[in-house]
């Protein structure tokens, strides 16, 4: 739909607002039976609420600003969570439970990041709880209207207290509804596109540059510029970020073939100008110290690191640990965990945050949640393999200590699916019945055998004749060859004080399994020559994956517990042995963090961690030690190549990432993000391109060496929220390689950047 601005807009107030002022009632919710076209409901918003209302802190309230089709939709505004929308009352003697309907809504933000999942919920009571099934989930970019549709949804029998509902998926904007409907199952309902494709020139978006786009074109400069900045955008052919007469000329040549393409005529940009406007900004602090580059994250935490190497990146998976509450106070934490983190690096330094992935349906908790069956996320490990010629990424977890699950993906960061419907290990799984806590899986997959292996267990069975020292509460089995079946019976094994968490590595012909020894470790103990202590890191190694696996196999200790060294206060430790671009590593969790964050308290949010490892070669050893220097920058960045903006060494409170696989950061005035060592050497023409959004507009300070160092640019984001690409000019270009620093004077998007 096109939008023009008009010369002189009508005095404002709201349909609804005079309709309440009248007295007029709203509609009622339902119809009693569906209408010729199979409609039990049609709300089109204009002239009624439809019997929709806000949910949690939002306000709706009809409005004609904005509309999908008729003259008006529903706005939603003043939400404080994503679950915050509009809602509307279902009744079960209209829409049964057990039976199948069509509903379908169209949604659009104005305001925002780049892309923005709306989702169509049902709540309803199961008998014991309120459960939340998803509809219809659909993603759209700012201006663009889609519509979210299911035409067979089936109600789950025995439902009761039905609400229908429109939220988004981890985002606060304001949005508007327009078009709901609920229908009789299978009724097709034309709803919105979705994304329009923005190409310079196609002011009317039907994928043609031709005289339709002329007469849309002058109608837009008779009315002062299209309010709809992607069509704004559109018309623009010169890209001089103004709309004009030169503009319509230059559409007519390329109609009339004149010329071939439109020439671009993009503003210089003035740094000194922006500079005086980017204005006096207090900067904010960093949760880390000055030369430290543990935790590998600060905006997020993320505890049991599991990992994942390919195409030249370190991929680390983590549960997603998160401050929970009770009454408005932050709790001690106890695992409320539906997703898994996702990050990764080329460099051991920067990290790339690529969002938490949604995994654990729990009942309609998180509503997107891949695994259905699954109420919890845990502890995390990856592998990949080549399947029918193209590569297969798999992610294990655990649902609590009762199951581990796999996801499978064709990206390392998804988006993931659950490709068998039910746990991969079960307590039905033979000789997994008596398992302690089934959980913790550590994956290995072998190149050299084109073999997997996938290890996990933990705990103590009470009353069964085992002791603390051998709890036999691990497993060991080989898996399919799709990766997502096992081959073969679990194997126990004698694991000396198995407490929890699973490594697999395979170092020359040599398998490595470690995990965390249990607290009830005596002083003084040595088993087999090593001696440790609780909650301290052992390994075992063996020239056969499957064992057997006893005390005789146990070799050392390769991390001590993290209270022991000096690290934190301790606790319950899970790690991962790493092997990239030709080191080893130790990833692994502290409470560092959150001490710092909380003025010393402990309540168990963890935050992973990585140092280099020791390997000699010479007697097959390996041993790591733990602190927050982490460690150091392999290879430098190559700022030619798109760099994410979720890519960071460091970072200032309070910013925050938003979205799942091609993330954004959300900034604040004075916040900032840090990168280290970008490689200057490899930029020639002085240009930096950026994708960024703000609501109000904003400026991106670039500053090379320290936070207070000198501006090397200045990216000005343009107000609107969409999201823009911007180009700059380098004032200066650093010699070799430098760190940079992002530093912003207002709320803004931050996608990605790029240097030539």
Not at 64 to 83: A, C, P, Q, V
Not at 616 to 638: F, H, P, R, W, Y
Not at 654 to 682: L, P, Q, R
Not at 715 to 731: F, K, N, Q, R
Request: hydrophobic share 35%.
């Amino acid at each position: 739909m096109m939008r023009f601005k008009t010369l002189k807009r009508a005095i404002g107030g709201t349909v609804s607002a005079l309709m309440i002022a009248a007295g007029i009632p709203s509609f009622p919710a339902v119809n009693a039976e569906a209408d010729e076209n199979g409609r039990y409901f049609t709300d089109s918003f204009d002239s009624s609420d439809g019997g929709w209302t806000g949910r949690g802190s939002a306000s709706v309230e009809t409005t004609s600003s904005e509309k999908f089709e008729g003259t008006g939709s529903l706005s939603i505004t003043g939400r404080t969570d994503s679950w915050n929308g509009a809602v509307k009352e279902l009744s079960t003697a209209t829409f049964v439970p057990g039976n199948s309907y069509a509903f379908s809504v169209n949604a659009m933000y104005k305001t925002g990041s780049a892309e923005e999942t709306f989702k169509l919920t049902l709540q309803y009571n199961d008998g014991s709880q309120n459960v939340y099934s998803n509809v219809a989930t659909a993603a759209t970019s700012a201006g663009d209207w889609v519509c979210l549709s299911n035409p067979e949804y089936e109600i789950p029998a025995g439902a009761t207290d039905l609400q229908l509902y429109v939220e988004t998926d981890g985002s606060e904007i304001d949005f508007f509804i327009d078009e709901a409907v609920g229908a009789v199952s299978g009724t097709a309902v034309q709803g919105a596109a979705g994304p329009r494709k923005m190409t310079i020139g196609d002011i009317n978006f039907d994928e043609k540059i031709d005289s339709l786009d002329m007469i849309t074109a002058r109608r837009g400069l008779i009315a002062g510029g299209f309010e709809d900045s992607k069509t704004q955008k559109a018309a623009d052919v010169d890209q001089n970020k103004k709309f004009e007469t030169a503009d319509l000329v230059l559409l007519q040549q390329f109609i009339l073939k004149q010329i071939t393409e439109f020439p671009v005529n993009k503003p210089e940009v003035d740094l000194s100008e922006l500079a005086g406007r980017f204005g006096n900004v207090s900067l904010a602090d960093s949760w880390k110290k000055d030369n430290e580059n543990n935790p590998l994250t600060t905006q997020r935490f993320g505890a049991d690191p599991g990992w994942m190497v390919y195409d030249g990146r370190l991929y680390i998976y983590t549960t997603n640990d998160a401050f929970e509450y009770s009454n408005g106070s932050i709790r001690d934490n106890e695992y409320e965990v539906r997703t898994i983190n996702c990050v990764s690096t080329a460099d051991m330094v920067n990290w790339t945050d690529h969002g938490a992935i949604p995994v654990a349906y729990d009942k309609g908790a998180l509503p997107n949640g891949a695994a259905k069956w699954a109420a919890r996320s845990w502890a995390p490990d990856a592998a990949w393999k080549m399947i029918n010629g193209k590569p297969k990424f798999f992610l294990y977890f655990a649902n609590n200590g009762s199951g581990i699950g796999v996801l499978t993906a064709d990206s390392p960061t998804g988006p993931w699916t659950d490709p068998i419907g039910k746990e991969l290990i079960s307590r039905n799984t033979p000789n997994c019945g008596n398992v302690a806590w089934l959980f913790d899986p550590g994956v290995y997959y072998d190149e050299a055998t084109d073999e997997a292996y996938l290890f996990f267990g933990g705990g103590k069975n009470d009353n069964d004749g085992t002791g603390y020292n051998n709890p036999k509460t691990g497993r060991c089995v080989k898996l399919g060859d799709d990766m997502i079946s096992i081959s073969g019976t679990p194997q126990t094994m004698d694991t000396p004080y198995l407490f929890e968490d699973s490594s697999l590595i395979k170092i020359g012909d040599t398998w490595y399994y470690s995990y965390c020894a249990n607290w009830n470790v005596p002083n003084g103990t040595n088993v087999n020559g090593v001696s440790f202590g609780n909650a301290d890191i052992l390994y075992m190694t063996s020239k056969n994956p499957l064992g057997p696996w006893s005390s005789n196999n146990l070799k050392g200790v390769v991390f001590q517990n993290t209270a022991t060294q000096r690290i934190d206060n301790g606790g319950n430790n899970h790690h991962s042995i790493i092997f990239f671009k030709d080191k080893y590593y130790v990833a692994y969790h502290s409470r560092q963090q959150e001490m710092r964050m909380n003025g010393g308290k402990d309540r168990n949010y963890r935050s992973t961690q990585i140092n280099e490892a020791t390997y000699n070669a010479s007697n097959g050893t390996i041993t790591c030690k733990g602190d927050m220097t982490g460690v150091k920058q392999i290879e430098n960045l190559d700022p030619t190549q798109t760099v994410r903006a979720a890519t960071m060494s460091n970072e200032s409170k309070g910013i925050s990432v938003s979205g799942v696989g091609d993330t954004t950061v959300e900034f604040k005035k004075g916040e900032w993000a840090k990168v280290s060592k970008v490689d200057f050497s490899k930029v020639s023409s002085g240009t930096l391109t950026a994708k960024a959004s703000s609501k109000n507009g904003a400026i991106i300070k670039v500053v090379a060496g320290s936070r207070t160092g000198d501006a090397i640019s200045y990216i000005e984001v343009p107000a609107g929220g969409s999201m823009e690409t911007i180009d700059t000019v380098l004032a200066d270009i650093p010699s070799g390689a430098s760190d940079i620093y992002f530093i912003a004077n207002g709320d803004l998007s931050f996608d990605s950047w790029s240097m030539s």
